[in-house]
C-alpha cells in the first residue's frame, strides 16, 4: 500500500521534532471576543484620548522601511529615567518579559544544572527549563502560599541550581513572599537569582533599588500589567557583566520600532498609568470585600488580581462563563489550589457584573 504524502509528513515529524517538544501542548490562550476580560491581569482602562491622539502622530513618523535600533536606545534611557536607575546597572529589553525568561533560561540553564521555583507559581519558569533541556525542581509553597523557606534552602543545597526564580509578587497566589527569605535564597543559591516584579506597580515593595547589593541578582519587569500588554516590553536590570551574557543570545531585533517609539511617549504620561494603578488597587479591595462578605476565601493580594476559593468553583466558573465574563479557573491545577478563580479586577462596572454573578452562586450554595 502506498504511504499517503500525510504519512510521510508525520513520520518525518515524529524522528525529527524532539520527543519533549511533541509531548509538550502549547500555551492556550482562550478567545475572549465578546468577553468582559477579567483572565489575563491587564488594565482594563483605554489610553486617554489626547495621549492616544500623540502617540498616533508619533508612530506615523517611524520609518517602518528601517530595521529598529538593535540597541533600544530611546527605550532604556526612557525606562531608566522613570524608574530612577542607578547609571551603572545594565538593562535589557525583551519582547515581553516572557522572553527575557527565555534568554536567562537558556543562557544558564543546563542538563546537569537546572532551575528552580518555588510551587505554584509562573508556569513559563517550567516550561522554558524543558525547551532548555534541564531540570526543573518545583519546590511546594506552605498552604498559606508562604515560602517555606527550609525547603527552599535544602533544595538549592541539594539541586544547586544554575537559576532560581521568585515571583515577587507570586502569580497566581497574589502574595508577596518575605523579603528576609527572598534575601536568604538569593544568599544561599550559587547561580543566579531572577527576582520577576510583573506586579510591581501594585505592590509596593521591590528588589530594584538593591539589584547591585547582591553578585547574583537580576530583577525582571514587565510593562505589560500597568497598561502596555500589547507593546510586548520587558525589561532586565542587572549589573552590565550579566546583562552582556543574557545579551548574546538576544535576537537582535527583537523589540520592534514601534513599540520602542511608543514606549518613551507613554512613560512620559506615567502619571496617567500610576493613578489607573491606584483606582485598580481601590477596586481591588472592593471587590475582596465583596467576595469575602458572600463567604469565598479570598487570599491577600499585591496585585492586580485576587485570588479566591469557593464552593463549586468549576460552576462558578460557568456561570461567569454564561454572562460572558472570563476569568482563570485553577482549580484542577495544583493541590493547593483546589476551588480556586484567579479573578483580575477590571473597571467599576466589570467588577459589579462579576459579583452580580458570584454572589447569586454563592448565596445559592450556602
Ligand atoms: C504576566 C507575567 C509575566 C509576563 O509578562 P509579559 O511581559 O507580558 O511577557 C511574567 N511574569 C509573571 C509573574 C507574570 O505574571
Redesign the pocket.
Known sequence: MNATAADVRRRCIARTVRADVRALTRYEVPDAAGFIKLDA?ENPYALPPALAQALGAALSRVAINRYPDADARAAKDALRETLSLPADAGILL?N????L?QIVTSTLARPDTGVLAPDP??V?YRRNALMAQAPFEAVALRSDFALDIDAMLAAIERARPALVFL?YP??PTGNLFDAQDVERIIRATPGMVAI?E??YAFADASFLPRVLEFPNLIV?R????IGM?GL???YAVAHPDWIGEFDKLRPPYNVGSLAQSALPLLLAHADVFAEQAQAIKAERARVADALATFGAGVFPTKTNFVLARMPGADAAFAALLAAKILVKNLHGSHPLLAHCLRITIGTRSENDALLDVLGRHLTQRA
Open positions: 491581569m525583551g515581553g518579559s516572557d522572553e525568561i507559581s509562573f513559563m515571583a507570586n502569580n520577576d510583573a506586579y525582571i514587565t510593562v505589560s500589567k500588554a510586548r516590553i520587558g
